[in-house]
C-alpha cells in the first residue's frame, strides 16, 4: 500500500461532526446505512462529558449528532 493510499484509507470520507452537547469533535465516515466509524481525538476524549471505555465505546449524545447530520444531509453514506 503507498503512503497516499494509505492516507486515502485513513482519511477518505470522513466529515467532522461536533456533539450537540458538549461540542467534541470527532470525524465519522458512514459506509454503509448500518456502518458508521468514528475517529476521537484526544481532545474529543477530554471534551465529552460523557465517560468513555471498553464497556461504553461511544457517547449517546454524540449518537444523536451523528444521526441529525445524516438526518440534515451533511453526513453520507460514502
Do not use: H
Not at 500500500?1 to 470520507?13: F, K, P, V
Not at 456502518?35 to 468513555?52: F, G, I, R
Not at 449517546?60 to 445524516?70: N, W
Request: net charge neutral; charged share 25%; hydrophobic share 35%.
Amino acid at each position: 500500500m503507498t503512503l497516499t493510499e494509505r492516507q486515502e484509507y485513513l482519511e477518505g470520507g470522513y466529515e467532522k461532526v461536533a456533539c450537540t452537547r458538549c461540542d467534541a469533535l470527532v470525524r465519522v465516515r458512514k459506509s454503509s446505512p448500518q456502518q458508521t466509524s468514528v475517529q476521537w481525538t484526544t481532545q474529543a476524549e477530554k471534551t465529552c462529558v460523557n465517560p468513555l471505555s471498553a464497556l461504553v465505546p461511544t457517547c449517546l449524545d454524540l449518537r444523536a449528532s451523528i444521526d441529525d447530520a445524516i438526518r440534515d444531509g451533511r453526513l453520507g453514506v460514502i
